[in-house]
């Protein structure tokens, strides 16, 4: 049984720093801030803006924050219509493309869940952490065989990302492997 | 010991007397006349309000009916949040009844999680109470639990049966014999002066040098302004399960004893009653 990647905190802050750098150069809009930050600043720049087919602008947040009872990354999000009106679960869910279903369907911890933003305290929904281990650990145990760096942020997010329709640039990657 | 198992009952069974009242301007064919309930301190608001709901809908017309959410005093209620937490924490110093007001449209969403079904607080539940032991035991005690047991755990509070909880909860409650507690103690802080919800983090239960740590010295960690100031009156109230145990209390007995069926310490900061 290989023993679980933990992710300490400060690790966590060190990662997401050389994450923020590299979004900084590209210009696509991640900030870091604190609690206290994040309850006094109006949240403008972590959005994402999509256009569907229907051209209905959707508008996407997303939050990244850490969660120390698991020891990992968590991601939070929420959509919302340009009028305001929210997405539901519903609607959050039409949005996650077929091959990602089947495998989030399977388990309730596996799953999309509304939740309360432990620093905004407001509706969100989150990809429930707890198996995060599970899939992070044989991508850093891999990446340490091949001797090539890692940003446990970057790799983490490509990883759920794309199930709830974030998508990151390759460049990530390669700013991650470039770093010492 | 049998006292500290009296506890655990008295826990359990911990009522609050509420006053049920439709929102005003809700739309009805007849007066609606309030609702009494006797409500669980542990557990959850759209768990256990399926009468009022009821009680409500028999006085207006399907159309006007929008999924249920409660209020007090202008207050959206988080039904995720235990009810004797949120009496603690928003009503404890008003006279009972507890008055809450209930709407049938509206749904703040910005401020209120959604509970279509009570599988959601089902799934909320065992979230909670999962992560506790993430804390606790790093996960090792409910990951070998089976499906079953985990299912006994929700049943046991859905129906409110103390001992079929109980057969199962003990064993989130056990500790290695060579350790003196948990790894951490699963708790949350709670104070309606600061715009963040709580206040979580990593704490042990015991000090490098053995000594169990106290509530005192998770506050002072933690939440120093909750004890502010040391000599003196003290501004606020440090309430769990409506009482202020004492700052001396050992924060492992208090874990054991006095977590909510979530296996989190709900801690509720209020300012001192004026009267």
Redesign the interface.
């Known amino acids: 049984m290989e023993e679980d990647e933990f992710l300490g905190e400060k690790t966590f802050q060190h990662y997401c720093a050389e994450f923020i750098k590299h979004s900084q150069q590209i210009g696509d809009g991640w900030e870091w801030r604190t609690?206290k930050e994040a309850?006094e600043l109006p949240l403008d720049d972590s959005e994402v803006t999509e256009a569907t087919a229907a051209t209905e602008v959707i508008k996407y947040e997303y939050h990244v924050l850490y969660s120390?009872?698991?020891q990992v990354p968590v991601l939070y999000f929420r959509a919302s219509f340009l009028d305001g009106r929210?997405f539901?679960?519903k609607d959050i869910w039409e949005g996650v493309h077929e091959c990602y279903k089947t495998r989030l369907q399977q388990g309730?911890?596996d799953t999309i869940?509304?939740?309360?933003h432990?620093?905004l305290?407001?509706?969100f929904f989150v990809l429930?952490p707890?198996k995060t281990n599970e899939f992070m650990t044989p991508v850093l145990k891999n990446s340490r065989k091949i001797n090539r760096n890692v940003n446990y942020i970057t790799s983490w997010l490509s990883i759920v990302g794309p199930v709830v329709g974030l998508n990151l640039p390759l460049s990530y990657a390669r700013a991650a492997s470039q770093n010492e | 010991m049998t006292d500290d198992k009296d506890v655990l009952r008295d826990v359990w069974f911990g009522r609050i007397p509420t006053c049920f009242t439709l929102y005003q301007d809700e739309i009805t064919e007849r007066e609606a006349e309030p609702y009494y309930l006797l409500l669980p301190r542990v557990s959850y608001l759209t768990l256990v309000t399926d009468k009022v709901k009821k009680h409500f809908q028999k006085v207006m017309r399907q159309e006007d009916i929008s999924e249920i959410w409660f209020e007090h005093e202008g207050t959206p209620l988080?039904w995720?949040y235990p009810i004797g937490l949120l009496f603690d924490l928003l009503a404890s110093s008003s006279a009972l009844p507890w008055n809450i007001t209930v709407h049938f449209k509206g749904f703040p969403?910005?401020?209120?999680?959604?509970c279509p079904s009570k599988d959601t607080i089902e799934?909320?539940f065992?979230?909670c109470v999962?992560?506790a032991d993430?804390?606790k035991h790093k996960?090792q005690v409910i990951n070998e639990m089976q499906k079953k047991d985990h299912k006994q755990l929700w049943m046991g509070l859905h129906n409110d049966r103390f001992d079929q909880f109980w057969a199962i909860n003990r064993k989130l409650m056990e500790y290695p014999a060579e350790e003196s507690g948990f790894r951490y103690i699963?708790f949350r802080i709670y104070q309606t002066t600061t715009?963040?919800?709580?206040i979580?983090?990593?704490f042990r239960p015991v000090a490098t040098d053995g000594q169990l740590h106290t509530l005192g010295d998770l506050l002072k960690e933690v939440c120093p302004s909750a004890i502010a100031p040391e000599d003196g009156e003290r501004k606020n109230q440090v309430m769990i399960h409506g009482i202020e145990p004492m700052l001396e209390t050992p924060l492992q007995w208090l874990s054991e004893h006095l977590s909510y069926p979530d296996n989190f310490l709900h801690i509720s900061i209020i300012p001192q009653p004026t009267d």
Do not use: V
């Not at chain 1, 869940?113 to 309360?116: C, K, M």
């Not at chain 2, 969403?109 to 959604?114: Q, S």
């Open positions: 609690s309850l120390c009872s698991y929210p539901s679960l309730p911890w869940t509304q939740q309360e432990p620093i305290g407001q509706p429930h707890c | 988080k995720h969403e910005k401020d209120l999680l959604h799934a909320h065992m979230s999962k992560e993430a804390l996960s699963p715009e963040r919800p709580f979580q983090k990593l």
